[in-house]
């Protein structure tokens, strides 16, 4: 399997030079754009891994995951749905105009609004929102290591003013409820966790053996799985989501730090990361190997 997956990143290395890293992030312009990882973490308990795997990067969008798992465990599906809908959309994941156009409310919870929605759905006070999102993911990894990159999370704060610009737009609109600022510290803060491919790959896993928990939660686990993959495949990719669909085939979300979860049902959790984005803010290299893996394994779930 590693030959097979060593493969596939030679076979894509080459699309890093028609990509470029994140650089409206100034830490993230910071990064290699040359590394390139892969792991595949199945239901047997196997780990198979090429590249890059054991370099740290930041989660970024890949935690709107947690943070929907986390929002639907304290609050149940018809509550969180009814802050945030399940719809695709083919608009840039940091849209806003479309909030004050329309009396709606965000369109998913995987582009930045709908996701600052379900980071303030978490319980707690600012501090606990964070706790609780860094510790499920210590959890569902089995990594107790992980942490957040400071530089990261202070980058973001002090240039993500599209994202304040969304989240104060959705409090005036009576979306978002909390203080505005504390809401967008964790976010930020959510964004600038570091995991590795491993990492990744767990997280899909947790996601493709139907959440296992032993959690108080206003949600069985089996659903909560369905919800999270449905929505990651519908919605996963950013407004590259359908194309991807149509040509990967398995339920995915990207983050701009340059990694793509994959997760397939009863099966097995995949993680990559190649920090060179397209214009859709998706790892390029990335993409050329799922497309690819789906191929070669059989992955594709339609």
Same mark, same amino acid.
């Given at each position: 399997? $590693?030959?097979?997956? /060593?493969?596939?990143?030679?076979?894509?290395?080459?699309?890093?030079?028609?990509?470029?890293? +994140? &650089?409206?992030?100034?830490?993230?312009?910071?990064?290699?754009?040359?590394?390139?990882?892969?792991?595949?973490?199945?239901?047997d308990g196997h780990i198979y891994c090429a590249g890059d795997y054991n370099i740290k990067f930041s989660i970024q969008s890949i935690s709107k995951i947690i943070s929907l798992m986390l929002a639907l465990i304290d609050n149940g599906?018809?509550?969180?749905?009814?802050?945030?809908?399940? $719809?695709?959309?083919? /608009?840039?994941?940091?849209?806003?105009?479309?909030?004050?156009?329309?009396?709606?409310?965000? +369109? &998913?919870?995987?582009?930045?609004?709908?996701?600052?929605?379900?980071?303030?759905l978490i319980r707690g006070n600012k501090d606990e929102k964070f706790d609780r999102i860094i510790e499920f993911i210590r959890l569902i990894t089995e990594n107790p290591n992980i942490g957040y990159n400071e530089e990261v999370y202070l980058s973001e704060k002090a240039t993500g003013h599209k994202n304040r610009a969304i989240a104060y737009?959705?409090?005036?609109?009576?979306y978002l409820d909390g203080e505005v600022e504390d809401i967008l510290d964790v976010y930020f803060k959510q964004c600038s966790v570091e995991v590795t491919a491993v990492d990744v790959a767990k997280i899909g896993l947790f996601i493709a053996r139907r959440c296992p928990l032993n959690l108080d939660s206003k949600i069985n686990n089996e659903r909560l799985a369905s919800i999270?993959?449905?929505?990651?495949?519908?919605?996963?990719?950013?407004?590259?989501?359908?194309?991807y669909a149509a040509k990967v085939g398995i339920p995915s979300k990207s983050g701009v730090g340059g990694g793509i979860l994959g997760t397939i049902p009863n099966k097995?959790?995949?993680?990559?990361?190649?920090?060179?984005?397209d214009r859709f803010g998706n790892s390029i290299a990335g993409y050329g190997i799922m497309?690819?893996?789906?191929?070669?394994?059989?992955l594709n779930i339609f």
């Amino acid at each position: 399997m $590693e030959k097979i997956l /060593e493969g596939l990143i030679q076979k894509n290395r080459h699309l890093i030079q028609k990509g470029h890293v +994140a &650089n409206y992030i100034p830490a993230l312009s910071k990064v290699n754009p040359n590394y390139i990882g892969l792991a595949i973490a199945d239901v047997d308990g196997h780990i198979y891994c090429a590249g890059d795997y054991n370099i740290k990067f930041s989660i970024q969008s890949i935690s709107k995951i947690i943070s929907l798992m986390l929002a639907l465990i304290d609050n149940g599906e018809d509550y969180v749905f009814s802050k945030v809908g399940y $719809e695709p959309t083919d /608009e840039p994941f940091n849209t806003l105009y479309k909030l004050d156009l329309n009396s709606c409310n965000p +369109a &998913n919870p995987m582009i930045n609004s709908g996701a600052i929605i379900t980071t303030s759905l978490i319980r707690g006070n600012k501090d606990e929102k964070f706790d609780r999102i860094i510790e499920f993911i210590r959890l569902i990894t089995e990594n107790p290591n992980i942490g957040y990159n400071e530089e990261v999370y202070l980058s973001e704060k002090a240039t993500g003013h599209k994202n304040r610009a969304i989240a104060y737009l959705m409090k005036a609109k009576g979306y978002l409820d909390g203080e505005v600022e504390d809401i967008l510290d964790v976010y930020f803060k959510q964004c600038s966790v570091e995991v590795t491919a491993v990492d990744v790959a767990k997280i899909g896993l947790f996601i493709a053996r139907r959440c296992p928990l032993n959690l108080d939660s206003k949600i069985n686990n089996e659903r909560l799985a369905s919800i999270v993959t449905a929505i990651i495949t519908t919605c996963g990719m950013y407004d590259f989501s359908g194309e991807y669909a149509a040509k990967v085939g398995i339920p995915s979300k990207s983050g701009v730090g340059g990694g793509i979860l994959g997760t397939i049902p009863n099966k097995l959790g995949i993680g990559v990361f190649s920090p060179a984005l397209d214009r859709f803010g998706n790892s390029i290299a990335g993409y050329g190997i799922m497309k690819d893996l789906a191929r070669e394994l059989n992955l594709n779930i339609f």
